[in-house]
């Protein structure tokens, strides 16, 4: 059996004797030295091998050591610029954002039965030209300069159901003539005691006044906003590396400056800014025709957005989020990119066929051939969102709301009345006890558009039974006015005089909302088809839908009126906009 320490000078034995161990030898194989322990170290230093033999048969073993080290060392450096850079990324980002206060002005939405709440944003586009950068896109700056007010031009509100299921984008024409309440903008100090006047102009006193004034004439609680300038537009066509669209015919809109030929286009930077804001190109030439419009735009964006592509690849979701922060004013609820994230994040959890974007439904301002003012059709739209109702079933059909159209006219001939809501007048009588009542319901009619001709009265005896009393051919008013308030249809009846009464009984004692009205409950087939009647309903997953380029001369070339496809023919050497 050998023994660890055997070596070739010598061996133990199996006696347990042992031979003594032979002299260690040198380079010159000189035996080891007498003279004690101090000669020995000597001798043993001169036998050592040199530094250089040591450091090339040590090298092995530090140079791994030495890697290791270093290793560690990039790793650690590694960690730190990793996390710095991400640090530095989300501070950048958070410190993009601009966010304003809205102070409740918009009202809070209603969670529903299992305690989720729905959003509801609105999404501002502004015309101001607040900055150079905007001048040169928006023009008219050329003897004011740089504008220190804005108007609202691109007016959405964004629903998105409380259990994410389903969206409803709703545009509000900027010609719409409404109340603006009292309003102080926060940052200018501008103030206003209220008017009646376009709705868009409520932007000049800050945007929590926009957001007031959209949720006095919807009834609509909006608890957050989103506002884009000019260079807005460009900065997010361009991170989403372009948007696709197409068109019906030639256009060119001598005002927007946007021309494309008929067929298909993908849009970046000014040409996306050309197609959003053409009014003249589109439809009839007014407002109505670029919402639908812009809507085909978005629908474009928000495919986009889903495509595998762009939230895959880390650069584009840079690009698109920087572009994003900088872009956007936002009320504190999302004025941070955790915030930012999460509303994306809900989006995306929609299916793009159950998106449904609407217009609101409008009729003609009787003082002004060039101002609309609310549909009475639109009430029920807005009890519709109001309310968490889908615009589509689970399977991305139309709904029942969303099918709903005048195929054929009502058996009563009481289909949706052409009637703008401005035109409808309610003589409110309080049957109850409460003082104030007739009051607060009759404010919220006018508050949604209707007559400011509504009166209010005490009722002739109290009432147990809230009513709403009709004269003959006047039942679509009726229920345009019921929907608004969200009495059910069984509280109409027919009476022999003529105009509307609603009598408030004692089983609505409080509140401007019939307290009976629900969430949860299915809407009503007069509801329905009055939610999307005439409000151009489509979904974005609507992808061959083009935008319809006007027919009627609503542009100008050399002082000629002529149609956006004549002036396409007449200006060849002008080149596209996407060339």
């Given at each position: 059996?050998?023994?660890?320490?055997?070596?070739?000078?010598?061996?133990?034995?199996?006696?347990?004797?042992?031979?003594?161990?032979?002299?260690?030898?040198?380079?010159?194989?000189?035996?080891?030295?007498?003279?004690?322990?101090?000669?020995?170290?000597?001798?043993?230093?001169?036998?050592?091998?040199?530094?250089?033999?040591?450091?090339?048969?040590?090298?092995?073993?530090?140079?791994?050591?030495?890697?290791?080290?270093?290793?560690?060392?990039?790793?650690?450096?590694?960690?730190?610029?990793?996390?710095?850079?991400?640090?530095?990324?989300?501070?950048?980002?958070?410190?993009?954002?601009?966010?304003?206060?809205?102070?409740?002005?918009?009202?809070?939405?209603?969670?529903?039965?299992?305690?989720?709440?729905?959003?509801?944003?609105?999404?501002?586009?502004?015309?101001?030209?607040?900055?150079?950068?905007?001048?040169?896109?928006?023009?008219?700056?050329?003897?004011?300069?740089?504008?220190?007010?804005?108007?609202?031009?691109?007016?959405?509100?964004?629903?998105?159901?409380?259990?994410?299921?389903?969206?409803?984008?709703?545009?509000?024409?900027?010609?719409?003539?409404?109340?603006?309440?009292?309003?102080?903008?926060?940052?200018?100090?501008?103030?206003?005691?209220?008017?009646?006047?376009?709705?868009?102009?409520?932007?000049?006193?800050?945007?929590?006044?926009?957001?007031?004034?959209?949720?006095?004439?919807?009834?609509?609680?909006?608890?957050?906003?989103?506002?884009?300038?000019?260079?807005?537009?460009?900065?997010?066509?361009?991170?989403?590396?372009?948007?696709?669209?197409?068109?019906?015919?030639?256009?060119?809109?001598?005002?927007?400056?946007?021309?494309?030929?008929?067929?298909?286009?993908?849009?970046?930077?000014?040409?996306?800014?050309?197609?959003?804001?053409?009014?003249?190109?589109?439809?009839?030439?007014?407002?109505?025709?670029?919402?639908?419009?812009?809507?085909?735009?978005?629908?474009?964006?928000?495919?986009?957005?889903?495509?595998?592509?762009?939230?895959?690849?880390?650069?584009?979701?840079?690009?698109?989020?920087?572009?994003?922060?900088?872009?956007?004013?936002?009320?504190?609820?999302?004025?941070?990119?955790?915030?930012?994230?999460?509303?994306?994040?809900?989006?995306?959890?929609?299916?793009?066929?159950?998106?449904?974007?609407?217009?609101?439904?409008?009729?003609?301002?009787?003082?002004?051939?060039?101002?609309?003012?609310?549909?009475?059709?639109?009430?029920?739209?807005?009890?519709?969102?109001?309310?968490?109702?889908?615009?589509?079933?689970?399977?991305?059909?139309?709904?029942?709301?969303?099918?709903?159209?005048?195929?054929?006219?009502?058996?009563?001939?009481?289909?949706?009345?052409?009637?703008?809501?401005?035109?409808?007048?309610?003589?409110?009588?309080?049957?109850?006890?409460?003082?104030?009542?007739?009051?607060?319901?009759?404010?919220?009619?006018?508050?949604?558009?209707?007559?400011?001709?509504?009166?209010?009265?005490?009722?002739?005896?109290?009432?147990?039974?809230?009513?709403?009393?009709?004269?003959?051919?006047?039942?679509?008013?009726?229920?345009?006015?019921?929907?608004?308030?969200?009495?059910?249809?069984?509280?109409?009846?027919?009476?022999?005089g003529t105009g509307l009464t609603l009598v408030v009984g004692a089983d609505w004692p409080s509140g401007a909302t019939w307290p009976g009205a629900s969430s949860s409950a299915s809407p009503a087939p007069g509801d329905a088809k009055a939610a999307v009647s005439n409000a151009h309903a489509q979904t974005a997953d609507q992808a061959k839908?083009?935008?319809?380029?006007?027919?009627?001369?609503?542009?100008?070339?050399?002082?000629?009126?002529?149609?956006?496809?004549?002036?396409?023919?007449?200006?060849?050497?002008?080149?596209?906009?996407?060339?």
């Open positions: 059996m050998s023994d660890p320490w055997d070596g070739p000078g010598g061996q133990a034995t199996r006696d347990g004797t042992a031979r003594v161990p032979a002299q260690r030898t040198g380079d010159s194989g000189a035996p080891r030295p007498s003279g004690g322990r101090s000669a020995a170290r000597r001798a043993a230093r001169e036998a050592a091998p040199s530094r250089g033999a040591r450091a090339r048969r040590g090298r092995p073993v530090r140079r791994g050591r030495r890697a290791l080290r270093i290793a560690g060392i990039g790793l650690s450096l590694a960690i730190l610029v990793t996390a710095g850079a991400g640090w530095w990324f989300y501070e950048h980002l958070n410190g993009n954002i601009h966010s304003v206060s809205l102070d409740g002005k918009g009202g809070s939405e209603k969670a529903d039965a299992f305690g989720r709440t729905p959003i509801n944003i609105l999404v501002m586009g502004s015309d101001g030209r607040t900055s150079k950068a905007d001048c040169e896109l928006g023009g008219g700056c050329s003897h004011t300069g740089v504008q220190d007010g804005s108007n609202a031009d691109v007016q959405m509100v964004v629903h998105i159901s409380a259990d994410r299921s389903n969206a409803t984008v709703m545009s509000i024409p900027r010609d719409t003539m409404t109340k603006v309440p009292a309003c102080k903008d926060s940052a200018t100090g501008r103030s206003t005691a209220g008017y009646y006047g376009q709705i868009n102009s409520a932007l000049q006193y800050g945007p929590a006044c926009q957001v007031a004034t959209v949720h006095q004439l919807t009834g609509i609680p909006i608890d957050h906003f989103v506002k884009l300038d000019f260079s807005g537009v460009v900065k997010m066509s361009d991170a989403v590396g372009g948007v696709s669209v197409c068109v019906t015919d030639d256009v060119y809109d001598t005002y927007s400056h946007l021309k494309l030929s008929e067929g298909s286009h993908t849009l970046k930077g000014v040409a996306a800014l050309e197609f959003v804001r053409s009014r003249h190109g589109f439809g009839d030439g007014s407002d109505l025709g670029r919402t639908i419009s812009q809507h085909i735009f978005l629908s474009a964006m928000i495919r986009k957005f889903k495509s595998a592509g762009t939230l895959t690849d880390p650069s584009a979701v840079y690009d698109l989020a920087d572009a994003a922060t900088k872009a956007l004013t936002v009320d504190d609820g999302l004025g941070t990119v955790k915030k930012l994230i999460g509303l994306a994040t809900d989006v995306n959890k929609v299916p793009t066929k159950r998106m449904t974007f609407t217009t609101m439904q409008t009729g003609a301002d009787p003082g002004d051939k060039n101002r609309v003012v609310v549909g009475s059709g639109a009430t029920a739209l807005f009890s519709a969102i109001a309310d968490d109702r889908s615009l589509t079933t689970g399977s991305g059909k139309k709904s029942g709301a969303a099918s709903a159209t005048a195929k054929a006219k009502d058996k009563d001939k009481d289909k949706a009345s052409a009637v703008p809501a401005s035109d409808i007048a309610v003589t409110v009588e309080n049957g109850t006890a409460i003082t104030g009542r007739a009051s607060s319901v009759a404010a919220a009619l006018t508050g949604k558009g209707f007559s400011t001709g509504t009166t209010t009265a005490n009722a002739p005896s109290p009432a147990a039974t809230t009513t709403l009393t009709y004269g003959t051919g006047q039942k679509a008013e009726a229920r345009a006015a019921a929907e608004a308030l969200g009495l059910p249809a069984s509280h109409l009846k027919q009476g022999s839908t083009c935008a319809k380029v006007s027919p009627y001369k609503t542009v100008s070339l050399g002082g000629v009126p002529m149609t956006p496809a004549q002036a396409y023919a007449a200006a060849r050497g002008k080149p596209d906009s996407d060339d």
